[in-house]
């Protein structure tokens, strides 16, 4: 399941997106622009993953800074908190 959304779990039990090139998912454009609509699908799809986002949620939506790290980290951006 975590590969069909294009992403891994690794050895430390972490979920990150997929950076092989054969996925070809989520990967850093060479020009350095990112989509919106992918990031913010990426981001969901974090927190549903890990069940941060769950079908009771009922207010305006609020995502995990665990799943902005985790996007963050894979456009090659340093966050600390």
């Given at each position: 399941?975590?590969?069909?959304?294009?992403l891994?779990?690794?050895?430390?039990?972490?979920?990150?997106?997929?950076?092989?090139?054969?996925?070809?998912?989520?990967?850093s454009?060479?020009?350095?622009?990112y989509?919106?609509?992918?990031?913010?699908?990426?981001?969901?799809?974090?927190?549903?993953?890990?069940?941060?986002?769950?079908?009771?949620?009922?207010?305006?939506?609020?995502?995990?800074?665990?799943?902005?790290?985790?996007?963050?980290a894979?456009?090659?951006?340093?966050?600390?908190?």
């Open positions: 399941m975590l590969e069909d959304a294009g891994v779990r690794v050895p430390n039990g972490e979920i990150v997106i997929a950076s092989s090139a054969e996925s070809g998912a989520w990967q454009p060479a020009d350095g622009t989509n919106r609509i992918e990031i913010a699908v990426q981001l969901i799809l974090i927190d549903i993953l890990t069940g941060t986002l769950t079908p009771m949620e009922s207010d305006d939506l609020m995502l995990s800074l665990f799943a902005k790290k985790v996007v963050a894979n456009h090659g951006v340093a966050m600390s908190s």
